[in-house]
């Protein structure tokens, strides 16, 4: 039988999220990709009420209805460009540094820098106008004004200086090429040679570098500046995990906790106990933060997700449902109660929450798990115009989004649908091995067989080790020719790399039974049958008792196969024997 290997992007959608077990590790990537919605655009979910611009033309009306629109829908690029154009129209501070604000969000440098100079040039610098203009200077490898808006952050006496140094930092972590993040480290610390938090952010550039012996010494150094401050033994902590050394790191952050009974550490030591998936520790450490500290949704999230490592749904349940009213947990928390509910099946709950989830880390798979839903239900439509909309806004999942609706339309059995998918997706990528591999499925249930063994040879040929490709190819002629010869080479290689993969089992058995090797076809299908009951190799088992006389023992297989899967085409050709 072929090996669809589909199911593996099911499973990535369901584990999607179970990383955050696994914090940043340290790590604040450096990057120009956009920087922290928190540390800089701390205003950009509040409504257009917030902007205030007397009097308007219509056309400006329009910019500013046009961009809060595109912004309530998720169409971040379309809302800078409406801005922007607002922004020149009505020369208003507030419009400004909205547009700067998504600008930046959008990685539109150029018009977030038109914003910022705008404010400037208008007298405005607060702090959060010159933190905008240092991750927009940042972005531009402008260091001389990168050192000028760090300085003056640094002057501005509002603030703590560790609050400052910190947030700074972070700016320049997340909105610089490494040369210049290097610079403006070096730069913020000679500016803040005193202070702990500049020693932190030296610490996590060296480790986002690499640099681990850099990035321990920077770590020392926060503890040797301040020994009551736990953010600096969470760092040291972060360096020697990210040197394998998972039991010093734990070490680090178990004796600073009994020195300094801080929540923090406590919280840090649960996380740092699940990574290392030690869950039953680790739910007990973040219970006892939770005891210390109720309210604290890092935590309460993390033990949610502890809770569901260890397949205990029902408290996972309780934790994700104290989230979703907290904004900064909600879509996280809808998300997993979604994937609650679609393992137990209750698909209509499931769909309830998924259907919560917001734009952001959790909003494709949740989308992607809809999709499969709708198809579960049988509505298999509304599932395809989920995923083609989804194709047309997020380019880069288009190949998984392909084979996504391509599973779903297997499952239906809607052959020639998934042969007319995978040839558009083909159309854009003729070097997509997986979505002509999966055509290839398609062209084979159709008895297209040259077709499809000519898919299957190009995937080989990509990959000419690929035990999937050989059964494949092996299955097809097996199956819809009588070249058992090639059949066989094909399927000797498949079995000599997965010697034990049920549906290799399954085609060799297949190949034997065409052959009229009965009693080597049982043995081989007898153990692909226990190690998967799957409908098509149930049917082929039956098949081969069938001809040995063994009917009582076929009907039997036949009929609790078809208790399992109804639909089952190889199944229901089978079951015509018992009429």
């Not at 800089?40 to 409504?47: A, H, Q």
């Not at 850099?214 to 926060?222: I, K, P």
């Not at 998300?335 to 209750?346: E, S, T």
């Not at 806004?393 to 007319?420: C, G, H, M, N, T």
Request: charged share 25%; proline share 2%.
């Amino acid at each position: 039988m072929f090996l669809k290997n589909l199911g593996l992007l099911t499973t990535f959608i369901l584990m999607v999220g179970c990383a955050s077990l696994n914090s940043d590790n340290g790590k604040t990537p450096i990057s120009k990709q956009g920087g922290d919605a928190n540390v800089l655009l701390p205003e950009l979910d509040k409504s257009a009420k917030n902007v205030a611009v007397s009097p308007m033309s219509s056309a400006m009306l329009f910019s500013l209805l046009g961009g809060e629109i595109a912004g309530q829908r998720g169409e971040m690029h379309l809302a800078s460009a409406f801005y922007t154009d607002a922004s020149r129209r009505s020369g208003d501070p507030q419009v400004a540094l909205r547009a700067a604000q998504i600008a930046l969000f959008t990685n539109n440098t150029s018009a977030a820098k038109s914003a910022i100079e705008l404010l400037l040039q208008k007298g405005v610098t607060t702090p959060q106008v010159q933190r905008l203009a240092l991750a927009v200077y940042l972005r531009l490898s402008d260091l001389v004004n990168s050192q000028k808006y760090t300085a003056n952050l640094l002057n501005e006496n509002s603030v703590p200086v560790r609050n400052t140094v910190l947030n700074v930092g972070q700016i320049i972590l997340k909105n610089s090429a490494p040369e210049i993040a290097e610079e403006m480290v070096d730069y913020l610390l000679s500016k803040s040679q005193h202070e702990a938090a500049a020693y932190l952010v030296q610490s996590q550039f060296k480790l986002n570098q690499g640099d681990l012996i850099g990035a321990t010494q920077a770590a020392r150094n926060v503890v040797k500046q301040d020994k009551h401050w736990s953010m600096g033994f969470v760092q040291l902590a972060k360096v020697y995990e990210a040197q394998g050394d998972v039991k010093q790191a734990l070490l680090v952050l178990k004796e600073a906790q009994e020195e300094l009974d801080d929540v923090i550490l406590l919280k840090a030591y649960g996380q740092l106990l699940a990574r290392d998936a030690q869950y039953g520790l680790a739910e007990k450490s973040l219970k006892q933060v939770l005891k210390k500290r109720p309210a604290d949704a890092e935590a309460t999230y993390a033990l949610g997700l502890v809770q569901l490592k260890q397949n205990d749904s029902l408290s996972a349940s309780r934790q994700f449902q104290k989230l979703v009213s907290h904004a900064a947990y909600h879509s996280k928390a809808v998300f997993y109660l979604g994937r609650i509910a679609y393992q137990k099946k209750h698909y209509s709950h499931a769909l309830k929450w998924y259907a919560q989830v917001a734009l952001g880390s959790e909003y494709i798979p949740a989308q992607k798990t809809m999709a499969m839903i709708e198809g579960a239900m049988g509505n298999v439509e509304a599932a395809r115009r989920r995923l083609k909309d989804l194709r047309e806004r997020y380019s880069a999942e288009e190949k998984q989004l392909y084979l996504l609706e391509a599973e779903i339309l297997l499952d239906e059995q809607q052959y020639e649908q998934v042969y007319a998918l995978m040839t558009e997706a083909l159309n854009k990528d003729g070097e997509a091995v997986t979505i002509r591999y999966t055509r290839s499925i398609a062209l084979t249930e159709l008895s297209k067989t040259s077709e499809a063994e000519k898919d299957l040879l190009l995937v080989l040929d990509a990959d000419p080790v690929s035990a999937n490709t050989l059964n494949a190819l092996g299955y097809l002629l097996a199956s819809k020719t009588f070249r058992f010869k090639e059949a066989r080479q094909y399927l000797t290689k498949a079995l000599s790399l997965k010697p034990s993969e049920p549906a290799i089992l399954d085609s060799m058995g297949w190949l034997d039974y065409r052959e009229g090797r009965y009693e080597k076809a049982l043995d081989l299908l007898q153990r692909a049958h226990a190690a998967s009951p799957e409908g098509e190799i149930a049917a082929h088992l039956g098949e081969v008792l069938w001809v040995l006389g063994r009917q009582a023992e076929a009907r039997e297989i036949w009929t609790a196969a078809a208790m399992r899967d109804p639909g089952n085409k190889h199944l229901l050709e089978a079951l015509k024997k018992l009429k």
